[in-house]
């Protein structure tokens, strides 16, 4: 649950402007982006923890967080995995 | 070396280690605490001990969310779960946390419904779904996760959710790294400050370390470039006889934090006067509580509490482990008793937890090797 993983913004979903859908490592869930400062654009990147855009980064870092966080192994499985279980609406 | 080679930014690393070991003063020891957690994991899983100066250690932190949850609290946790139509929800991390009477696991083998969430929001959902239930979230973490369980609350409270409610277990980091020096246990020269809670809280509140305390502080990212890196501007304060915040992790902390979460936290939630952390004991204004106004989403305030407090296990020695007192494999049930998958103490059940990283990653590493042939 430590983790914050690197996610691409699909889009900001119509009636719910508090909410993104984002791809995590092919993974396609909603993500609350309520905590960010600025909304994000479609194709922006965000660093989540359990559910929400912690941050914006650049795409330079999300490659660099994933390839780190990839190298981890069963941690960052185990924290798609709890992704893949999550229905945020 | 093996990180250096297997690191892609090879040449980078090397000049560091290189630099590191030009800065240190030969004949005098530094410590340096990485108060995370997340750096802990790191620091063991590529073995960055190994490239550093003999006289340069490194001391692990309490900043392991999981790993400082009193065993008291999971047995409330499990108290309220029996309440009949509650169904509880917290993160996989908690799962395999020993109370006085098992964890988790254990009691959904008898007569509990505890499931694993994601996130805050989940529970919300599973809340939403089934009106008859009554659904507790169990909120734990640092000031990283507290802004997410504070939006959780907003939520309920904008849908008029009636059947919602948050076991509260939020903790904050600058009273435990204050009891840290104030201990008389332990000699530090400076920390690593933790990257995600610097997110939500920014790097002002380290200040007081730099100036009461007289001790560096840099707050660090997650990779080993950046840990190394980190160390590199603590030992450069040091030789340059400065003493300050830096924050080597702008690419993501803001100096002045997220306002927007630390905003969130401070409507819902409000700080306690005292609160028990596995292994350190009780520390005032260290934890979160949810305000009055939300009284009606407060689990505690709902369920009647057994609130006993749990001695740990004799065997265990979590405290001076999260103390930086003791390394993980110098308590004596380390690796035999205590495993990862029969954990006794807290520190071994998450992947943060030193004992846990320790375990997995670091067994055969040189640090032990050396470690040990000075003791
Ligand atoms: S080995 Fe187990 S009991 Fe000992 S400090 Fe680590 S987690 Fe605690």
């Known amino acids: ?89 | 070396m093996r990180f250096v080679d297997e690191y892609r930014d090879a040449d980078k690393a090397r000049a560091l280690a290189a630099e590191i070991a030009a800065l240190c003063e030969p004949g005098r020891q530094y410590k340096f605490m990485e108060v995370c957690g997340g750096h802990t994991h790191t620091i063991y899983k590529h073995g960055i001990e190994d490239y550093l100066p003999e006289n340069v250690s490194l001391v692990h932190g309490p900043g392991c969310p999981v790993c400082v949850i009193p065993m008291g609290r999971v047995d409330d946790a499990i108290h309220i779960a029996r309440q009949p139509g509650v169904l509880m929800t917290s993160f996989g991390d908690m799962m395999r946390v020993p109370g006085g009477n098992g964890n988790f696991f254990d009691s959904n083998a008898e007569d509990t419904n505890i499931r694993m969430v994601y996130s805050p929001l989940d529970s919300l959902k599973l809340a939403r779904q089934d009106p008859d239930r009554h659904v507790v979230f169990m909120a734990i973490g640092f000031e990283t996760t507290a802004p997410s369980t504070a939006m959780t609350l907003l939520r309920a409270e904008q849908e008029g959710l009636e059947n919602f409610s948050v076991f509260g277990n939020h903790v904050t980091i600058i009273p435990a790294i204050k009891a840290i020096l104030d201990s008389p246990d332990l000699r530090l020269d400076g920390f690593l400050g933790p990257g995600h809670v610097s997110t939500v809280i920014g790097c002002r509140p380290y200040e007081f370390i730099a100036e009461d305390y007289g001790k560096p502080v840099v707050v660090s990212g997650f990779e080993p470039l950046d840990i190394m890196q980190s160390i590199y501007l603590l030992l450069k304060q040091l030789a340059e006889g400065r003493c300050e915040v830096e924050n080597q992790y702008k690419r993501v902390v803001p100096w002045q934090g997220n306002t927007t979460a630390l905003e969130a936290i401070a409507r819902t939630m409000e700080l306690r006067p005292y609160f028990e952390w596995r292994g350190l004991g009780f520390i005032s204004h260290s934890a979160l509580r949810l305000r009055d106004a939300y009284a009606r989403f407060d689990a505690e305030r709902r369920f009647e509490l057994p609130g006993v407090r749990v001695a740990d296990p004799k065997a265990c020695q979590c405290g001076e482990v999260l103390k930086g007192v003791l390394k993980p494999w110098e308590c004596k049930v380390f690796g035999t008793a205590c495993t990862p998958e029969t954990p006794i103490g807290t520190c071994m059940v998450s992947p943060e937890g030193a004992c846990a990283a320790y375990y997995n990653f670091g067994r055969f590493s040189r640090a032990r090797v050396k470690e040990a042939s000075r003791t």
């Open chain 1, 1 to 89: 649950m430590c983790l914050a993983i690197p996610g691409e913004v699909l889009a900001i979903l119509p009636d719910r402007p508090d909410l993104a859908k984002v791809e995590v490592s092919g993974v396609r869930r909603n993500i609350n982006i309520g905590l960010l400062e600025e909304p994000p654009e479609p194709g922006q990147w965000i660093l989540i923890h359990v559910g929400f855009a912690l941050s914006t980064i650049d795409e330079e870092e999300a490659r660099a967080v994933l390839e780190f966080l990839e190298g981890l192994g069963q941690t960052y499985t185990d924290e798609i995995d709890a992704l893949q279980d999550s229905r945020i609406e």
